[in-house]
C-alpha cells in the first residue's frame, strides 16, 4: 500500500474566525446578543453562531464536521486598550486557554493557532523561491502593506499616539527588510564561499611553460 502523504497544514490557507471579523457582522455592545450564520475567513463554508455580550460573555458556534453535527463554546474575554480607546476582545481557546484574536479550523473543533501544527506558504517554498523572493518578492509585499496605508480613513496617530493597526503593519514591514537583509546576507557568504572554493580549484592547477 502507497504511504499517504502528510503535509503540514498551510496556516495561511485554514480557515478562521476572527475578532476583526466577527466584530463587523455582530454588536459587542454590552447585553447584547446576535446570531445567525457567519462565513469563514480564509476558506469556504460557514458556522452558526451566537453571540452573547452579557455579563460573562461567550461565544457558541454550530457547525457540521464530516456530516456531523457539532457544537462548541467558548469565553471573550477583554483588556483595556493602551490607547484609551475602550478594550480589547479576544477569543479564548476552549482547548488551551490561550487568548487569541482568530480561532483556527483543528479538526472538528477550532482553537489557538499553537494547535494547527502548520507552516505559512513562504515555509514551502523551495531555496531558489527563497533567494528570489529575497531579491524582488519581499520589494512587493512591503508595496502591499503601504498600500493598506494609503487607504482612505487609515490613521496612523490617534491623539498624539501610534495606532494600534499602524504599529501592526509597521512591524510587518520591519520583519520583512529584516528577513529580507538576512536572506541576502546569507546569500552573499554562500557566493563568497563558492568563489573561495572556485580560486583553490583554479590554484590546484599546475603552470605550464611553453
Known amino acids: 500500500m502507497a504511504k499517504i502523504a502528510t503535509f503540514p497544514p498551510i496556516i495561511d490557507f485554514t480557515p478562521y474566525i476572527s475578532i476583526s471579523g466577527l466584530k463587523k457582522w455582530a454588536s459587542f455592545e454590552p447585553n447584547t446578543r446576535s446570531e445567525g450564520h457567519y462565513n469563514l475567513e480564509n476558506g469556504a463554508g460557514s458556522v452558526y453562531i451566537f453571540l452573547s455580550m ?16 457539532t457544537r462548541d463554546a467558548l469565553k471573550l474575554v477583554s483588556i483595556p486598550s493602551n490607547l484609551n480607546l475602550g478594550k480589547v476582545w479576544y477569543f479564548q481557546c476552549p482547548i488551551t486557554g490561550k487568548r487569541c484574536r482568530k480561532l483556527y479550523s483543528v479538526g472538528d473543533r477550532f482553537g489557538h ?7 505559512y506558504e513562504q515555509q514551502t517554498y523551495s531555496k531558489k523561491y527563497r533567494e528570489m523572493w529575497a531579491t524582488y518578492g519581499w520589494e512587493l509585499d512591503i508595496g502591499k502593506l503601504r498600500d493598506q496605508m494609503s487607504q482612505p480613513g487609515f490613521k496612523k496617530y490617534y491623539k498624539g499616539k501610534p495606532t494600534k493597526r499602524y504599529l501592526r503593519i509597521q512591524k510587518k514591514i520591519d520583519e520583512i527588510e529584516l528577513r529580507a537583509s538576512m536572506e541576502m546576507e546569507a546569500r552573499m557568504k554562500e557566493l563568497d564561499k563558492e568563489r573561495e572554493q572556485l580560486e583553490k580549484f583554479i590554484n590546484g592547477f599546475p603552470e605550464w611553460n611553453f
Open 54 to 69: 452579557g455579563e460573562f460573555p461567550y461565544m457558541e458556534l454550530t457547525y457540521s464536521y464530516r456530516g456531523r453535527s
Open 113 to 119: 493557532l499553537s494547535l494547527l501544527d502548520g507552516m
